[in-house]
């Protein structure tokens, strides 16, 4: 077992929180958190480009991120959409650069479309790069109705692929998340939400990982928006913010 994988077999839920480029990945990991993961939407909005367009437009993006955190001081795990390819073999491709770059986890989504497809790709990453934790994530309930049945059946699926776990954002009913953590035969990974249960709380329904997703970049612009109009209408900003110094010394010399 690697020691990403090692993570996602403690007591405790591991909460992955998500970056977007280099001072977000250091500032986090200067936090003690040892694994980081990094955002789509966050990659794709720095970049200017549409997240999960299934162009595979951030791609290149994606890839010069990880060549840029994938040597920090944490485990890398790389939010790579839907593999950026409906081939299995481009899929993998990536996968190996990802690694090559130091990632040691990538997170792969099926957005809703075919499963033997989604499973094609899980079972050829495993295959090119068998030591990458490969996170298979459903969007029964973050695009569907939340359907039980075809949850269940497309994680099963995935997991006989050789997921390494599986990932379910937009489920938050407590009974619903600890029914399916019972039915896995593999991690459960939950997407945090402030309406939804406290990390400890999915830590005791059976979830092992629980991600931030955009969360954290999405506070980061919202911040920056009220400080803006704060300061341009004569108020003095709240919040906290690291000084100048601080932030220059996130950057290696």
Do not use: C
């Not at 993006?61 to 040597?71: C, K, N, V």
């Not at 990458?132 to 359907?147: E, H, K, P």
């Amino acid at each position: 077992m690697t020691a990403f994988a090692d993570l996602h077999h403690r007591d405790a839920s591991l909460l992955l929180p998500n970056a977007w480029d280099h001072a977000s990945a250091a500032a986090l990991s200067a936090q003690g958190f040892e694994a980081i993961g990094t955002t789509s939407l966050g990659v794709a909005a720095a970049a200017g480009l549409p997240d999960g367009d299934g162009a595979g437009a951030t791609r290149d993006a994606t890839l010069d991120l990880a060549l840029r955190l994938g040597q920090g001081p944490y485990l890398l795990s790389v939010d790579a959409e839907g593999g950026y390819s409906d081939d299995p073999d481009e899929v993998a491709e990536v996968a190996r650069e990802l690694a090559a770059a130091g990632a040691v986890g990538i997170n792969l989504e099926d957005g809703l479309g075919s499963v033997r497809l989604h499973a094609a790709k899980i079972a050829a990453v495993k295959v090119a790069v068998p030591s990458l934790f490969v996170n298979a994530r459903t969007d029964t309930y973050w695009l569907g109705d939340g359907d039980e049945q075809e949850t269940y059946r497309r994680l099963d699926v995935y997991q006989q692929a050789g997921a390494d776990g599986v990932f379910v954002p937009g489920l938050t009913d407590p009974a619903r998340i600890a029914a399916l953590a019972t039915t896995l035969d593999v991690p459960l990974n939950i997407l945090y939400s402030p309406s939804g249960p406290t990390v400890p709380q999915l830590g005791d329904l059976g979830v092992r990982r629980v991600s931030l997703g955009s969360l954290l970049y999405r506070r980061a612009l919202g911040a920056a928006l009220e400080t803006a109009a704060d300061i341009r209408a004569g108020r003095t900003p709240g919040g906290s913010a690291p000084a100048y110094a601080q932030v220059e010394a996130l950057s290696p010399r």
